[in-house]
């Protein structure tokens, strides 16, 4: 009876190990891989491998309180007057967004390294693979 219940024991051991789903190691998509915002202006890029991978935040570091985890009706629609209200330079330099952490004291300021963020439409048409007319940089 003993043997039985061992045996019995072991199978669904090895049962539950094996039908066990397996979880990924974290990759781009599992913490979003990079932003491109190109309204209301080209363009600013955020990277999340950089602030989850490199600086190892933690994603509650952003989300929920200063950034929403899943984007706005204005955000999928890319709505122009959402973005030139919400995201604008103004709003960073009153510590909202971005500027909540980039504020000259916990990262760099957000209004003193501009093209560290801001990278432009040669830069945009870089990261989409578009040519430029300028030698194709």
């Known amino acids: 009876m003993i043997k039985k219940m061992i045996f019995?024991?072991?199978i669904t051991f090895f049962v539950a190990v094996l039908t066990h789903p397996v979880t990924p190691a974290a990759s781009d998509e599992d913490h979003g891989g990079d932003i491109i915002y190109?309204?209301?202006l080209k363009s600013v890029l955020f990277s999340?491998?950089?602030?989850v991978e490199d600086l190892e935040m933690d994603c509650d570091?952003?989300?929920?309180?200063?950034?929403?985890?899943?984007?706005?009706?204005?955000?999928?629609?890319?709505?122009?007057v959402f973005f030139e209200a919400k995201y604008c330079m103004k709003a960073l330099n009153e510590g909202k967004y971005c500027g909540s952490c980039?504020?000259?004291?916990?990262?760099?300021?957000?209004?003193?390294?501009?093209a560290r963020c801001h990278i432009g439409v040669k830069g945009y048409n870089r990261l989409m693979?578009?040519?430029?007319?300028?030698?194709g940089l």
Not at 72 to 80: H, L, M, V, W, Y
């Open 48 to 51: 999340h491998k950089i602030h």
């Open 102 to 114: 980039h504020d000259g004291s916990t990262a760099f300021s957000a209004d003193t390294q501009c």
């Open 38 to 40: 190109s309204i209301p």
């Open 8 to 10: 019995l024991f072991v």
């Open 61 to 80: 570091n952003c989300h929920d309180d200063i950034f929403e985890m899943v984007p706005s009706e204005g955000e999928k629609n890319k709505d122009r």
């Open 129 to 135: 693979g578009k040519e430029t007319g300028e030698g």
